[in-house]
């Protein structure tokens, strides 16, 4: 049975982005059954125990038969090899939904999190306020270049792929801001991947502890 480490809470600014999220989707996709392992905010993440199993004390944390993995774009990558609803098997298409997992987590998300991080968790400080202009023009950047990409396109390529999966995984971060509203390209993009049966039930699975555990209101 695979098993996915998320956590039993946490605040409403990340419930649907926390990074088990993404690996519960592709497993959705894939038609895998899976059982979720919760663990709570500090002391289970610092424990030696889970440490071993994730280094920097972070979710998910995947486990199947013999094999544990961490990082939430090397789990999905895992999972789309064995479906090929996430991932082509042709060897050139294949390359390219790589290519585009690697896109979405490395040249689009950590410009999204710069601006969402000024913008939002630390926007009352004055060095968010200093910083703000500059990380919003590089986030704007790259989401005009991948809208520029994206028109006239259904998908990041021919296919729904694993690639699509990561994207619009990155995008959702967005959600508080009007960034992808004004790219009619993005936020098409965003709904059609979001629309996916697969998506709505990992959705619904991620938030479903967050309401059964939220702490009692002040
Ligand atoms: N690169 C890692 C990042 C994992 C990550 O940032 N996890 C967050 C939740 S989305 C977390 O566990 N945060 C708690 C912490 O860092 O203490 C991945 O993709 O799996």
Redesign the pocket.
């Known amino acids: 049975m695979i098993t996915v480490t998320a956590f039993r809470w946490v605040p409403p600014l990340?419930q649907g982005?926390?990074?088990d999220f993404r690996v519960r989707w592709a497993l959705e996709e894939a038609g895998l059954r899976y059982q979720e392992k919760l663990i709570g905010l500090g002391q289970d993440?610092a424990s030696e125990e889970y440490r071993r199993q994730q280094p920097?004390?972070?979710?998910?944390v995947y486990e199947e038969e013999g094999l544990t993995l961490?990082?939430?774009?090397a789990i999905v990558l895992h999972i789309a090899e064995k479906s090929e609803v996430l991932m082509p098997r042709e060897p050139a298409a294949r390359a390219r939904a790589i290519t585009w997992m690697f896109a979405a987590l490395n040249s689009m998300e950590p410009h999204i999190w710069s601006f969402v991080a000024v913008d939002s968790f630390f926007a009352n400080e004055e060095w968010a306020k200093l910083r703000r202009p500059s990380a919003l023009q590089l986030a704007e950047k790259r989401l005009d270049e991948l809208a520029t990409w994206m028109k006239g396109r259904e998908w990041l390529e021919d296919r729904f792929t694993a690639g699509d999966l990561l994207m619009s995984s990155v995008l959702r971060i967005l959600r508080n801001t009007d960034l992808l509203a004004a790219r009619p390209a993005l936020e098409a993009y965003r709904q059609r991947c979001e629309a996916r049966p697969a998506f709505q039930k990992a959705l619904a699975d991620q938030l479903a502890p967050f309401a059964k555990y939220a702490p009692p209101k002040a």
């Open positions: 990340a982005l926390v990074r993440q920097f004390g972070q979710v998910p961490f990082e939430s774009g």
